[in-house]
Nanobody, 119 residues
Framework: QVQVVESGGGLVQAGGSLRLSCAAS????????MGWYRQAPGKQRELVAT???????NYADSVKGRFTISRDNAKHTLYLQMNSLKPEDTAVYFC?????????????WGQGTQVTVSS
């Protein structure tokens, strides 16, 4: 199995920056892709950005040009650099790892980290 733990959330003013980290442990060789999702109060969880093992990235339109997803394979860590933050970016941010174990795809979620952007 794979476990992921997020860190780096906090309170920031609009226009500011934060960097989230997600440390993976366990059978990390089974990870095929990782991503960041977020859930604001009263809303469904939504995709923010994903990155494959090969480094291909995908972003939600709402964060393109402001957020950058990256990974350090040697440290088994995923990052999300968030710049030009807006109040609407306020949410709990979750790290996700897509894993393939014995031919079965699974998702591993972290516990989430709160990001609050004040206006």
């Amino acid at each position: 199995q794979v476990q992921v733990v997020e860190s780096g959330g906090g309170l920031v003013q609009a226009g500011g920056s934060l960097r989230l980290s997600c440390a993976a442990s366990g059978i990390v060789s089974s990870i095929t892709a990782m991503g960041w999702y977020r859930q604001a109060p009263g809303k469904q969880r939504e995709l923010v950005a994903t990155i494959t093992r090969g480094g291909s990235t995908n972003y939600a339109d709402s964060v393109k040009g402001r957020f950058t997803i990256s990974r350090d394979n040697a440290k088994h860590t995923l990052y999300l650099q968030m710049n030009s933050l807006k109040p609407e970016d306020t949410a709990v941010y979750f790290c996700n790892a897509d894993v393939l174990i014995a031919g079965s795809p699974l998702k591993s979620w972290g516990q989430g980290t709160q990001v609050t952007v004040s206006s």
